[in-house]
Each structure stands twice: as C-alpha cells, then as structure tokens.
C-alpha cells in the first residue's frame, strides 16, 4: 500500500482546484490562515459583480472545507529562515510575501507546498518541498 501524502495548498491551487487532476494533490490537504485572507481580499479585487460573488463563494468554500493552519510563532520564526532564503537569492520578499508566508507556514508544519506558481519559491530549495501542479 503506498503512503499518504500530505501538504500545504498554496493559493493558487485553491483557486484552480477544479481543474487540477485530484492525482496530484496530496490525500491530506490543509491551506494557511494567509490564503484565507488572500481569498477573503478576491472579492474586493474584483471590477465585475459576477466575478467578485464567484470569489466570496470560493471564500465561504475554503474556509467551510479547511481549518487553516495558523501563521504563529512558529512560523514567524521560519519566516526569518524563508526571508533570508529569498535575499541569499537576490530576489526581493515584496512582491511575493503572502506567498513566502505560505511557504513560512508549510516550513513550520512540516509540510510540503502544492502551488500553480514554482518559481515564486524557487529560492527555497532545501528549504521546503515545492510540488508544482
């Protein structure tokens, strides 16, 4: 019998989850507090009507599915290891921090990350396990 697998759904896979085949998510799924608050942001993001009741009812979805895994103490401290990740790399932290919040979350739970967007945590090799879908 093969192991379960476990991970960290980053945003963009809860976003996508419709159309990613199930076969390449873990058997465990959990997402952060952060892309809660990333989803709960979509509505307001949106110009169109229809769009932003399509965003709140993925919202109500995610957070009726999951109970988010907190960002606390213990991540905040693997934040400082992601961070200085990033800087060793050359890359800067801004334009992906609720990204790099994930990951300082997956980090801190000893979870893989399941993203539609590897190359937003490539500096984190041997840091954190990155399974693109």
Do not use: C, K
Not at 15 to 39: C, H, K, Q, W, Y
Not at 76 to 88: K, L, M, Q, S, T
């Amino acid at each position: 019998m093969a192991e379960s697998t476990r991970g960290l759904l980053d945003t963009s896979v809860v976003i996508d989850l419709t159309s990613i085949d199930p076969g390449r998510l873990p058997d465990e799924s959990a997402v952060a507090a952060i892309t809660l608050a990333e989803l709960a942001a979509g509505p307001h993001a949106a110009n169109d009507p229809d769009e932003a009741a399509r965003r709140q009812d993925r919202l109500q979805w995610a957070a009726a599915t999951w109970e988010a895994l907190a960002f606390d103490a213990d991540a905040a401290r693997a934040y400082g290891r992601v961070f200085a990740a990033v800087r060793a790399a050359g890359q800067s932290h801004r334009p992906r921090l609720a990204g790099l919040l994930v990951a300082a979350t997956a980090v801190s739970n000893g979870l893989p990350v399941y993203t539609r967007n590897a190359d937003d945590f490539s500096a984190l090799e041997g840091l954190l396990e990155v399974v693109a879908v």
